[in-house]
């Protein structure tokens, strides 16, 4: 269809209407009486020669065809409003996405971090959470910022700090863990690192028991949740977290870097 004859207005009607499976809801949405809205589906329906709804009792259905239309004109005028909003105070504000890891974004060092970075009013920051393996393409991500030795391929790789491991548990378990050895008898949750507890180990000179148990995401809560110990970045070193609902259990930890990391320009 050349851009000209397209209707913008039966389309928008459209969408709106596709999401919400409802005239009365999409109405409100857009300011319109359900019969105007109504008018403007039939309009699009005399337009594409199809009907993009079967009406049922109650709710509206989409059609093949409405299938096929709706999502397309969804990332459509999404597109648009994301673009529009980072117009405002007469500049133009580019975003930028930056995936943390939750242990480094729950933590007030992340707070402290922020705010001691001048803003850069022409910039819209917008971080997303996720675990250390993410793909920063495949999540749309600008930058990351990762835990590990900076070997990321395709990637390059910064350096902005340093980051104690230390093994942590919930406050009741700490009276029966009392030397490293009394971890053996623990059950011991790993992340997606998969050498720490054996770095941790070996840095007291000691052998890592058999690690069985999970390999879990989001470490945060885990000893809140069970009777077990994990390995969990401490800031600063050897402190508790979060209202002392995890302890840390030795004032020993080992260093894992943490990583500024960006697509490499080739």
Request: charged fraction near 20%; proline fraction near 8%; hydrophobic fraction near 40%.
């Amino acid at each position: 269809m050349d851009r000209p004859i397209i209707p913008l207005s039966a389309l928008r009607a459209f969408e709106a209407a596709a999401r919400h499976l409802t005239l009365s809801k999409a109405a409100v949405e857009l300011c319109v009486t359900q019969a105007a809205l109504s008018h403007q589906i039939r309009n699009l329906k005399d337009r594409l020669g199809v009907a993009p709804f079967r009406r049922v009792p109650r709710e509206l259905v989409l059609t093949e065809e409405g299938a096929a239309l709706a999502p397309v004109l969804t990332r459509s005028l999404d597109a648009i409003s994301d673009t529009l909003d980072r117009f405002s105070g007469d500049r133009y504000h580019e975003a930028l996405h930056v995936g943390v890891v939750g242990t480094f974004a729950t933590d007030c060092s992340f707070r402290g971090w922020r705010a001691t970075r001048r803003p850069i009013w022409e910039v819209d920051l917008r971080v997303f959470t996720n675990n250390n393996r993410v793909s920063i393409p495949g999540k749309g991500l600008d930058l990351a910022i990762r835990f590990g030795d900076g070997s990321w391929h395709g990637l390059d790789a910064c350096r902005i700090m340093d980051a104690p491991l230390t093994p942590m548990c919930a406050p009741t378990l700490t009276s029966s863990i009392i030397h490293p050895e009394d971890l053996g008898t623990q059950r011991l949750l790993r992340s997606y690192r998969a050498s720490e507890w054996e770095r941790w180990f070996t840095s007291l000179g000691l052998n890592c028991p058999p690690l069985r148990d999970p390999m879990l995401d989001s470490p945060w809560h885990w000893p809140t949740w069970h009777r077990k110990v994990t390995e969990l970045p401490c800031f600063p070193p050897h402190s508790s977290h979060t209202g002392q609902r995890q302890a840390a259990l030795f004032a020993c930890s080992i260093i894992c870097p943490l990583n500024l990391l960006g697509l490499r320009k080739t």
